[in-house]
């Protein structure tokens, strides 16, 4: 079966602007976190979807957002982009929310120059 | 903040021997996970434990978990070159209902020299 699948996978943009994300989990899958790495501080949750709901948010500030469809597809949005978001994102599929194992997708490196 | 602290933060071993990579946490947990990740792709989960649980098995790996220390170990037993990558562990807390979020550790680099 298809994995999880990210688009794009590499993005530049200029600071000040905004990006959208893309996430498209596993079949089936109605749960999709992001989370975000870079080498400073490491894997750090962003949010949680299950049935078009948020779920859960971590602590990042106003600037991310994140929806889901009804097909559970997802996306995320960092408006007024900052250097420090400069990063890879990472979207996770699960039948459920119940924190069981997570597949991964193979991330959005975006680069904000 | 992190929960999850690995233990070493990098090792390196000749292919053959068992690879053993630790990780501590500081609140209850739900379950323990460890994931797998080359060259900054995604993560590939390797093994669930639950807080009940003390040992599981899958494959070349062996994973254990102590709640009363708050630690877990992964042991990748008879290493190959292709197991060259990074580590996380990552925990699901206890008590929280909607709270499902993974919370990773820093990661282990493990280098397997053939």
């Known amino acids: 079966k298809a994995g999880v699948t990210q688009t794009p996978r590499y993005l530049i943009k200029t600071r000040g602007q905004q990006v959208t994300l893309s996430c498209s989990p596993i079949?089936?899958?109605?749960?999709v976190s992001w989370y975000q790495q870079t080498p400073g501080q490491g894997l750090q949750f962003l949010f949680e979807?299950?049935?078009?709901?948020?779920?859960n948010k971590g602590n990042f500030p106003g600037r991310f957002s994140g929806r889901q469809f009804s097909n559970s597809r997802s996306e995320m949005n960092v408006s007024t982009l900052e250097l420090g978001d400069s990063a890879l994102y990472l979207c996770?599929?699960?039948?459920?929310?119940?924190?069981?194992?997570?597949?991964f997708g193979s991330g959005t490196r975006l680069t904000v120059v | 903040s992190q929960q999850g602290e690995e233990d070493p933060q990098a090792l390196s071993i000749q292919e053959g021997e068992n690879a053993t990579m630790n990780c501590s946490y500081k609140?209850?947990?739900?379950?323990l996970q460890w994931y797998r990740q080359n060259s900054g792709r995604g993560l590939v989960h390797l093994i669930l434990i639950r807080s009940n649980e003390r040992e599981k098995h899958s494959g070349r790996l062996r994973v254990t978990l102590d709640t009363s220390k708050k630690s877990s170990s992964l042991l990748i037993t008879a290493s190959r070159a292709a197991d060259t990558a990074s580590y996380f562990c990552a925990t699901v807390r206890a008590y929280t209902g909607a709270n499902s979020k993974l919370t990773f550790g820093k990661g282990i680099t493990l280098s397997v020299r053939p």
């Open positions: 996770a599929s699960s039948l459920v929310w119940t924190g069981d194992g997570y597949t």
């Open positions: 609140t209850s947990i739900n379950n």
């Open positions: 079949s089936g899958h109605r749960s």
């Open positions: 979807y299950f049935s078009e709901t948020q779920r």
